[in-house]
C-alpha cells in the first residue's frame, strides 16, 4: 500500500513555512468556516471523525473538547502539545518547523469550538528552531487577521504564544505541561479533575498533541465522512510515523492506519535494517519491545494493543545488533530513570533499580538480577502516580519476558 | 541589568498570570548572561514577586536550563536509543578525545563545552549532536567531528 501524505502532503516543498505558500494550498479555509459555524457542530464533526490523541493515549480528541464545560463562565484555553520528548518521535517537528500553519489553523479551529481565546504552543527546548518559525508564523498570522483580535472580521478574537521548555520529558504529559506552563517544576497532577474543567490557572484547557491538531483543519473542510474512510473503525485516519535506529532509509512516513504492517513499513519504506534485526520499538522508547517474529502486525492501535505493545506516537525504533540488546534495555530504563519527576516514590526509587540493574545485566552479572527487577516490577506496577512509571513497567517486562536468555 | 529587568517585565505583561513569565525570563537570562546567575535568579524573583530560592528550584528541574556558563559552541550529543544504535557512544568518545575534557568543562580557549543528552529529536539524523541548539547529524566518523570542530574554530578565528 502506498503512503497517504494527508498532513504530509505539501511539507518540505519549497516556501512551505509561509503564509502565502499555505493560503495558496487552501489555508485558512477550514477556519474561516469554522469561525461561522456553531461551536457544537464543530465539536460534534470532530466527534464523528473518530480522531484520536497522536500523542500516544489515543484518547477521542472531539470528547476531550465535549467535556469542556458549556455554561461556564470561566475563560479557556488552547494548548498545543509540542514537547515531543518520546525518544524516536520528529513528526511534530516536521509539521511545526515546515508547515506551522497547519497548527495553528488546527489551534484556531478549537479554539472557536470550546470558546477560548488564548492559546499556547508549549515547544520543548530542544527545538528552538521550530519556536523561531513558530513565533514569526504566529505574527505574519496576525498581521493578515487569521489570529489575533476580531479575527476575519467574524468579532471571534485568538491570540496564540510560544512557549519554550526547559528539558523535562515528563513535561510531555498533559498536567504537568501546565504546572511547567505555569511556571513551576514540572510534576504531573493528580487526575480528576481533568484539565478539560481544571488546566491552566485552574480553567478549562484543552491540550492537543501537534498532530492531532493538525488533523483538524482536513476534517472540518471534507467533512468526518471522508475522514473515516481512511483506516479503520477504531482508529481512522492517517498516521505519521517516524522511523529510526537501524534502518538504511530512517525518516517520517504517513499511512492510513491499517494500511501496512510494521514489517512492511521497515522493509519496503524504510529501506530495511542494518545488519541483524533483533527487535523493533513500536511506539516510542516507552512503548514495549516487540521480537523479529511479532512484526507481522498492522499499524493501528488496536493491533498493536493486541500484539502487547502500543502504537505511541508513531516513532518506530529498530534495534539491530550494532549495540548488545542489555545495552538497549539498560539505555532504556536509564532514560526513564533520568526523566521520573521525583513526585511519587515508585516511579522514582522504582526506575532507577531498574536502571541499576539492568547496568549490572549488560556488564555480565546476571545472578540473580532478573527475579530482583521482577520484585521491583511488583513494587510499581499500578502503584506509579502517572503513566512515566507504568511505562517503565511495560517496557523493562519486555525486555525481560522477550529477551531474558539473551540478555 | 536595567535592560534585562526591563525584558522581565515585558514577558511578565504577555501572560495571563505572572508566574507562567517564570522560565521565558530564565531563558531570556541564559541568552544574555550564558546562564542562570545568582544575579539573575535575584533579579527574576523580585520582578516576579517571588523568592531566588523559587527560582533555583524550578530551574533545577529542566536539564536543559544552564546554571553554568559553557562554550561558545555547546555540543549536547544524545546517546538515546536512536543514536546509540548508530553508534553515540563512539561519537562522545571523539568528543572526549579531540577537546581533551570531561563532559561539562569548557576548553582553555572557552570555544568548546560538551554533554551527554536524551533524545534531541534528530533520529533521522543519527548519531546527531544539538550544536547551540542547531541539528547536526550524523556524525558517524572521527573525521567529520574533527572537520567540523575546525570548521568552528575558523569560524571564531575571523569573528
Known amino acids: 500500500m502506498p503512503e497517504t501524505r494527508i498532513i504530509l502532503e505539501h511539507v518540505g516543498e519549497k516556501g512551505s513555512e509561509s503564509l502565502e505558500f499555505y493560503l495558496g494550498h487552501g489555508g485558512y479555509e477550514a477556519a474561516e468556516k469554522a469561525l461561522s459555524m456553531n461551536p457544537q457542530d464543530i465539536i460534534d464533526a470532530v466527534k464523528a471523525s473518530g480522531l484520536r490523541g497522536r500523542g500516544g493515549a489515543a484518547f477521542p480528541t472531539g470528547l476531550k473538547w465535549d467535556f469542556v464545560p458549556k455554561d461556564d463562565p470561566r475563560p479557556r484555553f488552547v494548548v498545543a502539545n509540542c514537547d515531543e520528548g518520546e525518544p524516536g518521535t520528529f513528526k511534530d517537528r516536521e509539521i511545526v518547523e515546515k508547515y506551522p500553519h497547519l497548527l495553528l489553523e488546527g489551534m484556531l479551529i478549537a479554539a472557536k469550538a470550546i470558546g477560548a481565546n488564548r492559546g499556547f504552543v508549549y515547544v520543548r527546548a530542544e527545538y528552538p528552531k521550530a519556536q523561531g518559525i513558530l513565533r514569526a508564523a504566529v505574527a505574519e498570522a496576525e498581521r493578515h487577521g487569521y489570529l489575533g483580535e476580531n479575527i476575519r472580521g467574524t468579532g471571534f478574537s485568538f491570540r496564540v504564544q510560544i512557549y519554550g521548555g526547559g528539558g523535562a520529558y515528563i513535561c510531555g504529559e498533559e498536567t504537568a505541561l501546565i504546572e511547567s506552563l505555569e511556571g513551576k517544576r514540572g510534576h504531573p497532577r493528580l487526575r480528576p479533575p481533568y484539565p478539560v474543567s481544571y488546566g491552566l490557572y485552574g480553567m478549562p484547557t484543552v491540550v492537543n498533541n501537534v498532530e492531532t491538531l493538525s488533523n483538524v483543519p482536513f476534517i472540518l473542510s471534507r467533512g468526518p465522512d471522508w475522514y473515516r474512510s481512511m483506516g479503520t473503525k477504531d482508529s481512522p485516519g492517517t498516521k505519521i510515523f517516524t522511523v529510526s535506529g537501524g534502518v538504511r532509509k530512517p525518516g517520517v512516513y504517513e499511512f492510513k492506519f491499517g494500511d501496512i504492517t510494521l514489517r512492511e513499513l521497515i522493509e519496503e519504506y524504510a529501506g530495511g535494517v542494518i545488519g541483524k534485526l533483533v527487535g523493533v520499538i513500536p511506539g516510542g522508547l516507552s512503548t514495549p519491545i516487540l521480537r523479529p517474529e511479532e512484526l507481522d502486525v498492522k499499524l493501528t492501535c488496536e493491533d498493536l494493543h493486541r500484539a502487547g505493545s502500543l502504537l505511541g506516537s508513531g516513532a518506530v525504533i529498530v534495534v539491530n545488533d550494532a549495540v548488545p540488546i542489555a545495552a538497549v534495555a539498560r539505555r532504556s530504563l536509564e532514560f526513564l530513570a533520568h526523566e521520573s519527576c521525583g513526585k511519587c516514590t515508585p516511579c522514582r526509587e522504582g526506575s532507577t533499580w531498574l536502571a541499576r540493574l539492568f547496568r549490572e545485566i549488560e556488564l555480565g552479572k546476571k545472578n540473580g538480577r532478573i527475579e530482583k527487577i521482577n520484585h521491583i516490577l511488583d513494587g510499581m506496577r499500578g502503584k506509579c502516580f502517572c503513566p512515566l512509571g507504568e511505562g517503565a513497567v511495560a517496557v523493562a517486562g519486555a525486555f525481560i519476558n522477550k529477551y531474558g536468555e539473551e540478555l | ?159
Open chain 2, 1 to 159: 541589568m536595567n535592560e534585562f529587568r526591563e525584558k522581565i517585565r515585558a514577558l511578565k505583561a504577555e501572560f495571563p498570570v505572572a508566574a507562567s513569565a517564570l522560565i521565558p525570563a530564565i531563558h531570556e537570562a541564559e541568552a544574555r548572561f550564558g546562564a542562570l546567575t545568582p544575579e539573575a535568579s535575584a533579579a527574576i524573583a523580585e520582578e516576579l514577586g517571588t523568592k531566588p530560592e523559587h527560582v533555583e528550584a524550578v530551574a533545577s528541574f529542566y536539564h536543559l536550563i544552564k546554571r553554568e556558563g559553557v562554550g561558545r559552541f555547546h555540543f549536547l550529543v544524545c546517546t538515546n536509543l536512536s543514536c546509540m544504535i548508530c553508534g553515540a557512544y563512539d561519537l562522545f568518545g571523539w568528543m572526549r578525545e579531540l577537546l581533551g575534557k570531561e563532559p561539562g568543562a569548557v576548553t582553555d580557549d572557552g570555544l568548546f563545552s560538551y554533554e551527554e543528552a536524551e533524545c534531541i529529536g534528530a533520529c533521522d539524523m543519527a548519531p546527531a549532536v544539538l550544536l547551540n541548539g542547531e541539528r547536526v547529524g550524523p556524525i558517524n566518523t572521527r573525521e567529520k567531528l574533527s572537520q567540523l570542530l575546525e570548521k568552528l574554530r575558523k569560524e571564531a578565528g575571523n569573528a
